[in-house]
């Protein structure tokens, strides 16, 4: 579990600046012993039990949150700068092994979700310092100096 100061500090729900925040929360006590992990794009973030949340500040844009399980359940976020963002891990009985439901809540359920749970070890996501090729930008932009720009800004003038 994490330190009782980064618990109080993660429940300020203080945006980063430029940042979004991410809580994936279970309040419940069903499937108590069981422990179920969380990825965000793809890296592990960590491990939630009951009355339990996971905590850390996200980059802007599209991201992918799946709860590992019996079966896995996968929800895609569009992230913008200010803004917090609450999953809440529903357990579920399945047939071999507990299942997980991820549902993105609205921000007074959130709160008092994560106001009923304690923060557990969160694996902060690599933050990315910036493109570093053209693909990695959208649409038209291309990457120049690790700042994806768009390309008219680029071409020489006559």
């Known amino acids: 579990m994490a330190s009782h ?13 430029g ?10 006590s069903f499937g108590g012993a069981v422990r179920m992990s969380v990825q965000f794009d793809g890296a592990v973030l ?17 991201h992918t949150i799946v709860s590992k399980s019996e079966d896995d359940s996968q929800l895609t976020i ?17 047939l071999w092994a507990a299942r997980s439901a ?19 070890k969160t694996n902060a996501p690599l933050v990315s310092s910036g ?11 291309i990457c120049k100096a690790g700042a994806c720009i768009d390309s008219v800004q680029s071409l020489p003038t006559n």
């Open 5 to 17: 100061e980064a618990d109080a500090a993660a429940k300020k729900f203080e945006v980063p600046s």
């Open 19 to 28: 940042r979004a925040n991410l809580y994936v929360y279970r309040n419940e």
């Open 46 to 62: 960590g491990d939630t039990a009951a009355n339990v949340y996971l905590y850390t500040p996200i980059a802007p844009g599209p």
């Open 78 to 94: 569009e992230a913008k700068a200010g803004a917090n963002y609450f999953l809440w891990q529903e357990v579920k009985m399945g």
């Open 102 to 120: 991820l549902q993105q809540v609205d921000d007074a359920k959130g709160r008092a979700g994560v106001a009923e749970c304690n923060l557990a």
């Open 131 to 141: 493109c570093t090729k053209d693909i990695e930008c959208k649409g038209s932009r």
